[in-house]
């Protein structure tokens, strides 16, 4: 089943899953159908989040604007360490141009 068949049966919108192995140098993997992601630094790994050993994954709904800019984010789940630092690389993210939309993303942290 393609993405646009696949979407309209499951009433999902756009989602984009960054997943991050945390360290000092993590990796980063994502996917994501449609708009072109230019610049995605991954979140920083929070001193304070690493003292606790927090872990586990941020949702964020994000709207993309026409320029590619990050319009506006929302913080749908996932411990407010871990979103704050998810946001502020989120400020850094620059898309390709195009229609503004929204879209979720996932931000899983796992210290390493």
Same mark, same amino acid.
């Given at each position: 089943?393609?993405?646009?068949? &696949?979407?309209? =049966?499951?009433? /999902?919108?756009?989602?984009?899953?960054? /997943?991050?192995? #945390?360290?000092? %140098?993590?990796? /980063?993997?994502?996917?994501? @159908?449609?708009? !072109?992601?230019?610049?995605?630094?991954?979140?920083?790994?929070?001193?304070? &989040?690493? @003292? /606790?050993?927090?872990?586990?994954?941020?949702? #964020?709904?994000?709207? #993309?604007? $026409?320029?590619? @800019?990050? =319009?506006? $984010? !929302?913080?749908?789940?996932?411990?407010?360490?871990? %979103?704050?630092? %998810? #946001?502020? *690389?989120?400020? !850094?993210? =620059?898309?390709?141009?195009? *229609?503004?939309? $929204?879209?979720?993303? @996932?931000?899983?942290?796992?210290?390493?």
């Amino acid at each position: 089943m393609d993405w646009p068949s &696949a979407k309209k =049966k499951c009433g /999902m919108g756009l989602r984009l899953v960054v /997943m991050l192995g #945390i360290a000092s %140098a993590g990796t /980063m993997t994502f996917a994501q @159908e449609g708009r !072109k992601v230019l610049i995605h630094p991954q979140p920083l790994y929070p001193d304070l &989040a690493k @003292e /606790m050993a927090l872990r586990g994954t941020v949702r #964020i709904e994000v709207v #993309i604007g $026409t320029d590619g @800019e990050i =319009k506006s $984010t !929302k913080v749908l789940g996932g411990h407010p360490i871990l %979103a704050q630092a %998810a #946001i502020d *690389a989120l400020r !850094k993210w =620059k898309y390709a141009p195009g *229609a503004e939309s $929204t879209v979720t993303l @996932e931000f899983t942290f796992k210290p390493q």
